[in-house]
């Protein structure tokens, strides 16, 4: 397997993704952080929670979407519901694979990078630890 020019395609993969990843990354820890205060906000005593854990688990869409909840503790709370963030990383990833892949054969850019010397299976590694990156 021929990975000549790796390290320059990698690169340019990045500096076009310099604000969009970090971008996403820090949104989805602040999400959680806001997930962890608002459950302090909402439910601030042990029964309240209590009863958002009763409620949750006999609710089948809330456990088929979100997972059983075992425990009433806050971060147990917002672990729990910042598990659609698994979701998201995962469409963001997905999304990303594709911008690297799939958009730059559209727009024309991977046969202008190809016209230099660059190893057939460089573009999906690029593109795929990108996304394992993020």
């Known amino acids: 397997m021929k990975l000549t ?16 990843l970090p971008t996403w990354i820090v949104l989805l820890g602040v999400l959680a952080a ?12 042990e ?5 958002l854990v009763v ?6 869409s809330w456990v088929a979407l979100a997972g059983p909840l075992e425990s009433n503790s806050i971060g147990a709370l ?4 910042s598990s659609i963030n698994f979701v998201i990383v995962a469409l963001v990833v997905a ?3 594709i911008r690297h892949g799939r958009a730059d054969e559209e727009s024309g850019r ?3 990078l190809e016209s230099a010397s660059v190893g057939r299976w460089v573009h999906p590694l ?9």
């Open 55 to 60: 409620a949750a688990k006999a609710n089948p």
């Open 5 to 20: 020019g790796y390290s320059r395609v990698l690169r340019l993969a990045l500096r076009r993704d310099r604000f969009a």
């Open 78 to 81: 917002a672990l729990w519901k």
């Open 126 to 134: 690029v593109a795929v630890s990108i996304g394992a990156g993020a």
């Open 110 to 112: 991977r046969e202008l």
């Open 47 to 51: 029964a309240a929670r209590q009863t």
């Open 95 to 97: 999304f990303t694979v």
């Open 34 to 45: 806001f997930y962890y205060d608002q459950f302090a906000k909402l439910y601030p005593t």
